[in-house]
Structures are given as structure tokens and as C-alpha cells.
């Protein structure tokens, strides 16, 4: 019986919500989760192999004080970050307090007064406007350091680089790219299109920088953008490659001669990367990168659940369940405020941590509108974990990301349906 199921009987889950999802389950299980397994296996043993070849030894867990001048940890760290997305160097830190900062660190230290840094992939992700200065009036943003931020949109999803090399001016320093959907209606970028127009781009100005903001990217692919020609990436280490291990940071990867500005923008110029305090992170920080490979998998074969069902409800998703994925967000559309509402509600139902409260909306630092967010984590405001967003705004998308376990996420979709219940189409939909 059913009703003695610990679904039914602890998180009150009726068998017509579980019999839809384990259909929708056993399709792309079927159809997609092989591939998944396979980009995990390969990208874990580059990580592993990126362990050994640094030699990473025990003692690289232990830390020193004051200025920490030959800290062998954090040099490790910046060693095996470097090899696995296959750059001269790489700065790794827990000075870098998200992604957002490591992104400002990368804008700030490469531009300077006068010149041009472009997004060749549209409008960036919210907070990024902020710091560029397009959005509220923040000290030190990058129009106060007279920098010209320019825009060239996607074209059919994908970059125009065509359009893109034509932005370009004498003044162009840097040209951005963010692989991630951010809070758009887009798949990510494919480390395919990325690496097509930067070789498009490279012919007509073979050293133009080309910085990626790789946030939700890693590891969904075999490859990095650093792979395929991006000069320096950046990203969150409380999203994937900190596996859900990591406590905080953020890194920056890429050419040495990059490296070392950006080093003396984050401490001091002569400084550079000889100093700064791990504080006892490095252990985590690259057990997180361990876990990174399988972890992230996880997340993507839980957003294919979330986008499977969802769909399959008649709701405008991105990426579709056909498509490639580029990152681990799954964005469904909802044109309604209170459904929006109901899926950050069930998200969080279904955490461990956090799982009694509800969420409401509210203005975030950095945001320009009211967004709702639900996290359950067991590191506050990580997204590896399962996490839902929404900005609350028509047409009301909701974004859905991250899981450390699949098991976690699928229970998530299960009690979001069942709570999706109270609107009477879905009722309908799901008892056809
Ligand atoms: C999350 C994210 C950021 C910012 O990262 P934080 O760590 O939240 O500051 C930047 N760009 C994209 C695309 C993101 O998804």
C-alpha cells in the first residue's frame, strides 16, 4: 500500500504525484542520465589526476598566520585549480568572498580608465550590472572609474560574433562572456558555441582578453572554457566546483601574466599572490573539488527531473530536455506569481537544513528587484545545493539549481507537485 510509503505517510505525498514522476523519471533516466555519467567519470579523473600530479600531501591541510609567506596549502590549491581547467596559474582564495567579487577583482584589475570591456553574451546577471555601474550608483563601481561598458545581445541564443567584432573599438580591452542563463530565459552558452566564437573573434583580433563568467558551469561539460581559448574564467566556490564542501571563495583562472594583476589588485602591486591566510580552508576547498565531478551530476540529473515534469505540464522551460546543458540551472516559466511562490516554498520544504521555514521576497543587496529565494543549505547561500530563485517579476520564472544528492532533488519536485495540486489545471494535468 501506498499510504504506507514513507512519502506518503512523512512528507504526505499522494501516489498519482509519485506515479507521474517516476514516469517522467524513468524517460530521462532512459534518455540522458548515460551521457551525464559519462562527462562525471571523465571530468573525475582529471580532477584526481590534478591531485597527484601537484602532489598534494597531507600536510597541505595545515596553515600558517601573520602574512603567510610560503603557505604550501594555498599554493597547492592554486596549483590544482590551474591544472584542472588547464591554465598558466590561478588565484583561489578565501579573501574572494563570491562570485560577484572575483568577477569585480577580474573587471577592475584588467581595466582601467578609459577603456572598453563589452558582454558579448547580452545583459549579465544582476549584480554584475551593479558593479558594472549600469544599475544604481554604488562607490567604485566601474562607470566611476570611467570604464565604457558595452552590449552586443545573443542572436538565436547563441553569440553574435560577428556583431561582436564590430563592437569592437581601439579602446576594447576586455570582452565578457557569461556561460550561465543568470536570471535570463536561455540555456547556458555551450562550451561549443563559446569555443566557435572565440575563434572567430581570435582571427580578426588575435589578443583581445576574453574573460568567461563561468558561475554554474563547471564541470557539465568535459571541458572548461579555459579549454577552448578563454584568456581568464572565473567563478563561485560555493556553487560547483566546491562540491558543497567548500565553505567560501571564489577563483580566478587564466593566463600568468592576468594572474598577476589581479593578485596585486587583491593584496598589493609587489605583493601579489605571496601573501594572504587560508585559515584552514584548503582542506575543504579541495575535497570540494573532489566531490565537484560527482556532485555536479547530480545537480543536472535533477534539473532534467524538474524540467521533465514541469514540461511536461504544458510550462515553458529552458534548457529543454532535448538540449544540450550548460549549466546546472533548470528555468521554468510560470507566468504567475503565486505558482513562482509555491515552487520556492516546496524547494525548501523538501531541504534538511531550514526545511520548517518558508521563504518570502525580499530586496537583496546587489538585486535590483524583489527576489524570493529558497535554500535549505548546510552552507548558507550555497547553490550547488538545491536552491530555488525567482526574481519577482513577469513572466515570473523561477530557477531551480543544484541538489548534492539526486534522491534530495527528487524528492523536491515530488512535494512541489504535490503542493502545485492547489491550482486546479495542474490537479487536472497530472490526473489525466
Ligand atoms: C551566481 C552568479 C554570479 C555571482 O555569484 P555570487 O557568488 O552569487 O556573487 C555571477 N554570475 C552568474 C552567471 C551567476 O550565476
Partial sequence: MFTENILSKQFGISETVYNYVQKIEKEIKYKHFENIDKIREKNQYKVIRAMQENRLNYTNFYWNTGYGYDDPGREKVEKIYASVFNTEDALVRPSIASGTHALYLTLSGILQHGDEVISISGRPYDTLLTVLGEEGNEANNLKEAGIVYKEVPLYNDDIDWEGA???????????????????????GLTIEKIKFAIEKIRKVYPNICIMVDNCYGEFVHELEPSDVG????????????GGGIA??????V??????????????????GKELGLTFGTTRNTLQGLFFAPHI????????????????????????????????????????????VIKICEAVQAASPVDGHVSPVPWEMP???????????????????????????????????????????????????????????????????
Fill in 254 to 271: 587564466g593566463k600568468k601574466h592576468i594572474i598577476d594583476r589581479l593578485a596585486n589588485r587583491l593584496t598589493a602591486p609587489g605583493l
Fill in 366 to 432: 546587489g538585486y535590483t528587484n524583489q527576489v524570493i529565494m529558497a535554500s535549505g543549505a548546510f552552507v548558507s547561500g550555497s547553490s550547488i545545493e538545491l536552491s530555488a530563485d525567482a526574481p519577482i517579476r513577469p513572466p515570473y520564472i523561477a530557477y531551480i539549481q543544484g541538489g548534492l544528492f539526486y534522491d534530495h532533488v527528487k524528492l523536491s519536485v515530488m512535494l512541489s507537485l504535490e503542493k502545485m495540486t492547489e491550482f486546479d489545471e495542474i490537479k487536472y494535468a497530472i490526473n489525466k
Fill in 247 to 252: 565553505l567560501s571563495g571564489g577563483y580566478i
Fill in 165 to 187: 567584432i564590430k563592437a569592437v573599438t581601439m579602446k576594447t580591452k576586455l570582452l565578457m562572456i557569461q556561460r550561465s542563463t543568470g536570471y535570463s530565459f536561455r540555456p
Fill in 296 to 339: 555536479v551530476s547530480e545537480a543536472v540529473k535533477g534539473a532534467l527531473l524538474f524540467g521533465g515534469v514541469y514540461s511536461s505540464l504544458g510550462f515553458e522551460i529552458t534548457p529543454e530536455i532535448e538540449e544540450e546543458r550548460s549549466d546546472i540551472i533548470q528555468a521554468i516559466k510560470f507566468n504567475n506569481k503565486d505558482m
Fill in 230 to 241: 578563454a584568456d581568464v574564467v572565473v567563478g563561485s566556490l560555493i556553487k560547483n566546483p
